[in-house]
């Protein structure tokens, strides 16, 4: 269970996608409340270095 970085909900989110990043694990979540998209990255060892990132945050819209 993750919790969303964009409205702080913390339960089931739909896995979008999985893949392998420099030796992390990242996941690709849709929130179930708020319907925004995160990362989530776990290192390779599995401690506790895990974080989310925010995903279209800041992003110009077209024509700025």
Excluded: I
């Excluded at 913390?10 to 409340?33: I, R």
Aim: positive net charge; hydrophobic residues 30%.
């Amino acid at each position: 269970m993750v919790r969303c970085p964009h409205c702080g909900f913390e339960g089931e989110s739909k896995l979008l996608k999985t893949w392998k990043y420099a030796g992390w694990d990242v996941y690709f979540y849709e929130c179930s409340k708020c319907g925004k998209r995160f990362r989530w990255q776990v290192d390779p060892s599995g401690v506790k270095k895990s974080y989310a990132m925010r995903v279209g945050v800041g992003a110009r819209k077209k024509g700025e």
